[in-house]
């Protein structure tokens, strides 16, 4: 079991181990608030674009849905005519400047989460930390109407026009305390003052309605799996109805959000075997098996289609998300009422 496991299994428990870290919460509460209430106040130098920037983000560690929602997000914007342009930190690269993503892009050299996001958008994409530093690059090579920010919600040298939070649905904010006694990078109070709280569920779970916080359900749309070049695709419900034993894999946030969707598209779990990796694990050919049929998330068979692998039966699910109409229109309201503010500036 990895660090990261144990930390996130006492974490998504009531009384978890890591409550041996309780004496330094009002530490950690203090400069989490000061963080927020400097960039609030104006003290913090936070970087103004001159076009909207939406932030999708979380206030919670692990995986939540960011990336299905900037891919939707993405969809939606190109579809009204929009320019769109994508920003990340790029986790897991080393990198010592502003580095464009696309499609032919290497995850050892930007990350793999950012070249996922420019073979699914074909949206403009820098990588780099330093946010500004990223969306100046964007600007010079692209007129681009609008910028979304993967990840970075708390990071206040970026100033942000709209803020998406997501929230998993099974596991919530777990014990709602902060790190690293829980998994919360801010409180839950926080959520009162972004745009939206999304999660990704057919419907109100547990988990969801102990926030006392509207939450926008929205649903996957995901129904093929796709080779692992990307060449044949195969109905979900063809692929689980035949009762072969499929191995299921992935180095993500949340590997048991993963393995609900495939349930949730058929797969019979107990002709199934498991394999969790840590996020954003650098894939070897030993660490896929040469005689299974193989899933794994589409995040991870970004890395995997550089390896020479023996295996021809491996087989990935891109998440697609269904935004509800609802939000679309009071997305793009919001959009639109910054845009102006913008242009009047």
């Known amino acids: 079991m990895t660090i990261e496991s144990c930390f996130t299994r006492a ?41 909207p920037v939406v932030v999708v983000g979380n206030i919670s560690v692990g995986g939540t849905g960011k990336s ?66 990223a969306i100046e690059l964007l600007l010079e090579e692209h007129v681009l109407d609008v910028i979304i920010s993967d990840d970075g919600m708390q990071h206040y040298a970026l100033d942000r026009d709209i803020e998406i939070a997501m929230i ?9 305390q902060l790190l690293p006694v829980g998994p919360l990078r ?3 109070a926080r959520l009162n003052d972004v745009d939206f709280v999304v999660s990704i569920a057919p419907q109100q779970t547990d988990s969801l309605k102990a926030l006392n916080h509207p939450v926008r359900l929205m649903a996957i749309t995901s129904d093929y799996l796709y080779s692992l070049d990307g060449k044949h695709q195969l109905a979900c419900e063809t692929a689980f109805l035949e009762h072969r034993q499929w191995h299921v894999m992935a180095g993500i946030g949340n590997p048991e959000r ?67 109409d609802d939000f679309k229109e009071a997305f793009i309201a919001k959009l639109n009422s910054i845009k102006v503010e913008v242009t009047h500036e």
């Open 11 to 51: 974490w998504y428990r009531k009384f978890g181990w890591t409550h041996v870290f309780q004496p330094i919460q009002p530490v950690v509460r203090y400069l989490v608030a000061k963080k927020r209430q400097n960039f609030l106040l104006g003290k913090t130098t936070s970087y103004r674009a001159p076009v």
């Open 68 to 133: 299905p929602m900037v891919i939707a997000l993405c969809e939606l914007l190109t579809a009204s005519g929009l320019k769109v342009g994508i920003i990340s930190r790029g986790h897991g690269a080393s990198l010592s400047k502003p580095e464009r993503v696309d499609a032919e892009s290497l995850a050892e050299v930007v990350g793999d989460e950012p070249v996922m996001l420019a073979r699914r958008t074909q949206c403009p994409m820098v990588v780099f930390p330093d946010r500004k530093k």
């Open 168 to 176: 998993d649905a099974q596991r919530g904010l777990g014990n709602e």
């Open 186 to 188: 801010e409180p839950q």
């Open 258 to 324: 993963f393995k609900r969707t495939l349930k949730d598209k058929g797969l019979n779990e107990a002709a199934c075997t498991y394999q969790w990796f840590s996020d954003h694990h650098g894939f070897k050919a030993s660490d896929i098996p040469k005689d299974k049929a193989v899933i794994m998330t589409e995040k991870d068979a970004v890395k995997c289609q550089a390896l020479t692998l023996n295996n021809s039966d491996i087989w990935y699910l891109p998440i697609s998300l269904a935004l509800p």
